[in-house]
């Protein structure tokens, strides 16, 4: 601002943990961090690389770090795809005030971005192998240096997360319950669904007789609508423009942005919601299960 002020406008993209730091004042700043995924993105592929032979704990240790890499890379390689850049709206008051405005709650899905899954699945491997090699080269471990020479990517869609899946459709199906209740208590009362929340709703799954949210999905879809206070960025409905996104990296979306309308009941009959508490959780299903029961 003219005055010297600066209006920050930040979208938190991910979760880290600071593991060292080149400076404390003026203020801090990170020199090494960790990016902490959510653990449904690396665990089925630390199963994956420990088998079924036993395991000592050093090993599993390092395929535990190797599985962590390959999801953070993963992140990395979808950072575009996932995060539209957010236009600010800008204006001058009556009486000279510079003013931002027009920010949206919610960044939505950049639908202009080519994403080729193979592509990505053969980076993920190139990450995996180079965390194993550079992990045996610093233990000295035999072990694992063999297992960097040809890592095998297993698949991480395994039955294991069945019960991430089962909670997001649970959660849809309540979410569009409570609004439909609502609409009943007060005839006339429009419930605004978030469309960056819209395009989350999974197309491949049998919803029950009545649910309209798949409605409201399908009609910004034959609108073209265009979303965001301000950006207006085109509606994207994940799961059919890109039908091989991770359906686990949906519902971690999905287990954040839902909070958009419950915050407001969040603390009707139950202990108040502790938003630090609940993005400290690096569990989906933990999110997930946390969110169905606050419907």
């Given at each position: 601002q003219e005055d010297g002020r600066l209006a920050l406008i930040v979208q938190g993209v991910g979760r880290m943990k600071i593991l060292a730091a080149s400076q404390q004042v003026p203020y801090a700043i990170a020199s090494k961090v960790r990016i902490l995924s959510d653990v449904e993105c690396w665990e089925p592929i630390c199963f994956g690389l420990v088998g079924t032979a036993p395991t000592g704990r050093d090993l599993s240790v390092a395929y535990m770090d190797a599985a962590q890499s390959v999801a953070a890379k993963e992140s990395e390689v979808l950072l575009d795809l996932e995060f539209h850049q957010t236009i600010m709206e800008r204006h001058t008051?009556?009486?000279?005030?510079?003013?931002?405005?027009?920010?949206?709650?919610?960044?939505?899905?950049?639908?202009?971005?080519?994403?080729?899954?193979?592509?990505?699945?053969?980076?993920?491997?190139?990450?995996?192998?180079?965390?194993?090699?550079?992990?045996?080269?610093?233990?000295?471990?035999?072990?694992?240096?063999?297992?960097?020479?040809?890592?095998?990517?297993?698949?991480?869609w395994v039955s294991t997360e069945e019960d991430v899946i089962a909670y997001e459709k649970d959660i849809w199906i309540k979410l569009d319950e409570m609004i439909q209740l609502l609409g009943k208590a007060k005839p006339g009362l429009k419930i605004p669904v978030p469309a960056q929340l819209l395009g989350l709703l999974p197309t491949d799954t049998d919803w029950p007789k009545g649910f309209r949210l798949q409605e409201y999905a399908e009609q910004l879809e034959d609108n073209e609508a265009k979303i965001g206070t301000y950006s207006k960025s085109p509606f994207v409905r994940l799961s059919k423009i890109y039908p091989q996104y991770p359906p686990i990296r949906r519902a971690s979306r999905l287990s954040y942005t839902v909070w958009l309308l419950l915050d407001g009941i969040a603390a009707i009959g139950g202990k108040p919601f502790s938003k630090e508490e609940y993005l400290n959780t690096l569990h989906v299903r933990h999110r997930l299960r946390y969110s169905s029961r606050r419907h």
């Open positions: 008051t009556s009486d000279g005030i510079s003013m931002i405005t027009g920010v949206s709650p919610l960044s939505n899905v950049n639908g202009s971005v080519s994403v080729d899954f193979d592509s990505m699945k053969v980076q993920l491997q190139e990450a995996l192998r180079r965390r194993l090699s550079k992990t045996a080269e610093e233990c000295g471990r035999d072990d694992v240096l063999l297992a960097s020479t040809n890592p095998q990517l297993p698949d991480i």
